[in-house]
């Protein structure tokens, strides 16, 4: 069985077109650049990164990650255990291989447990790196139930919207610096309340796959970022809607030379590694399912969990988030099974909350768990 190598692209449709070469490989190993998990690039590309580690392995006939022999093997673990994608997969994994060395699951993970620490112990300094922060929580860990989300160590623990707001508005200001006050605090109460309630539903959704059985192996979390997405890079990744078009022609920050420019904003991303909405919704894999029943399932999801807290998905906080995405002009997307899906504001607009559009007109191959980014564009 050939082995999978990783694009270095950092795109979204690069990123899926790895997708479809790990799934369509049938559980071939996985060949890794030492950067490939610890680049920040920003909350939404790099837990897109995150998803396609963890559908790998999920997949994975032989779960290590092969690292070429030149590399250093403790280079390569502090790479790993530095960042959120590199955590999760190292737990959903047995070990890896650097040229001919071995290194178990357990070991490898050491160099992660100073920085777990860290994050438990709210040192932001410490955990925050090209602003970028992220709280990743993973099964088995003495620290799964990390202090800046939970009230104390068990899974019915997950902090109250007042708490996840006191959490979220210190990473703001950490994060974005000086232009934390140009984050609405609706946009941070809104955003509280959808954290408490997703991660509620992680603890009881995404730790058992669709026939509810209990996984060996799960991670869940969030990562958090202000980023500067430049036009050369990443303009690409909003041209498959004229939605996404118009929002990154709108929200474009030219360069004072009139060249290519830039895009400004808040990132907050959240993951799990479980079987993603529509599975968990019908008890069956996505692949079982046509992608009009995959789709009808997934908006479902959304669309009854306005009132329901403990269905699989976004839980109450979802309408608080889109209301304050569409008073400040923001965008939504999720990716879970074979559907990528967004909505994106004008500021005010009056519109249907829940009009989510594909992201890409492109067939997408079956993506583990679920991811949710928000993007918030900061204006000066």
Known sequence: MFPVTLSDEWT??????SLKRVVASGGAP???AKDFVGRRKGAMHDAARLQL??????????????????????????????YAPGIVVLRLCDGISVGDEYVKRREALEPAKSRMVWSDQLQWNRVIKGRTIDFTCVSGSKVQYLTPLFTARNARAVK??????????????????????????????????FASEL??????HATSDHRNQPYLEHAEGLIFSWQQLDEASYMK??????????????????????????????????????????????GVRVDELSIDEEREALM???????????????????????????????????????????????PKEVCNLFDFDDWTPEALAPAAGAVISLLVPIRR
């Open 12 to 17: 979204l449709a690069s990123i899926e077109r």
């Open 30 to 32: 996985l060949h890794l």
């Open 53 to 82: 580690l963890a559908t790998w392995a999920r997949l994975a006939k032989e779960r290590r990650l092969h690292y070429h022999g030149a590399n250093q093997t403790k280079a390569v673990l502090d790479e790993l255990c530095d």
């Open 160 to 193: 109250r919207k007042e708490g996840m707001f006191l959490v979220l508005s210190s990473l703001s200001e950490h994060v974005a610096t000086i232009d934390a006050e140009r984050i609405p605090r609706s946009f941070i109460e809104a955003c509280a309340i």
């Open 199 to 204: 991660i509620k539903n992680t603890q009881e």
């Open 237 to 282: 990744d909003f041209g498959g809607h004229p939605r996404l078009v118009d929002f990154w022609n709108r929200e474009r920050v030219p360069n004072r030379d009139g060249s290519e420019g830039y895009l400004r904003c808040l990132q907050l991303s959240f993951f799990d590694t479980g079987p993603g909405f529509a599975s968990r919704a019908t």
């Open 300 to 346: 479902g999801c959304l669309q009854k969990n306005v009132t329901t807290k403990r269905e699989a998905g976004a839980g109450n906080g979802l309408p608080d988030v889109l209301e304050a995405l569409r008073e400040v002009g923001g965008l939504i997307t999720i990716r879970s099974g074979r559907l990528n899906v967004f909505n994106a504001f004008t």
